[in-house]
């Protein structure tokens, strides 16, 4: 079970920090993302990072913003946003998977198995 957290109203501007606490598995996840979802608009992947692989993976209209992280030893991921934009107002959704997710699909939501339930960041002009 993936529990997302942090999301609110922000200005244009500021920064905001999500998280995702992963329960219930005894196996760690190879591959963790973070989605968005827009009014109107279809899913997007915008961050995502795969165990061993070389770095973490960004959506053009976010990178430079937007940081992914994780710690293991407590389970959680992370989506730091600097720089906010109101574009960027959306639904955003943790997701994992126990396999290795292809580099080229790392952003791809069908990927993953796991999803969270989703938390609500506004940003106000």
């Known amino acids: 079970q993936l529990q997302a957290s942090g999301g609110g109203l922000v200005q244009a501007g500021g920064s905001l920090r999500l998280s995702c606490a992963a329960s219930?598995?005894?196996?760690?996840?190879?591959?963790v993302a973070w989605f968005r979802q827009a009014p109107g608009k279809e899913r997007e992947g915008i961050a995502c990072i795969r165990s061993y692989s070389n770095g973490p993976t960004y959506a053009d209209s976010v990178k430079g913003r937007f940081t992914i992280s994780r710690d293991r030893a407590k389970n959680t991921m992370f989506l730091q946003m600097n720089s906010l934009k109101p574009e960027d107002t959306a639904v955003y959704y943790c997701?994992?998977?126990?396999?290795?997710?292809?580099?080229?699909?790392?952003?791809?939501?069908?990927?993953?198995?796991?999803w969270g339930q989703g938390t609500l960041v506004t940003v106000s002009s």
């Open positions: 219930g598995f005894t196996s760690d996840y190879h591959s």
């Open positions: 997701a994992a998977h126990f396999n290795r997710v292809l580099s080229y699909m790392c952003l791809d939501p069908s990927s993953y198995g796991h």
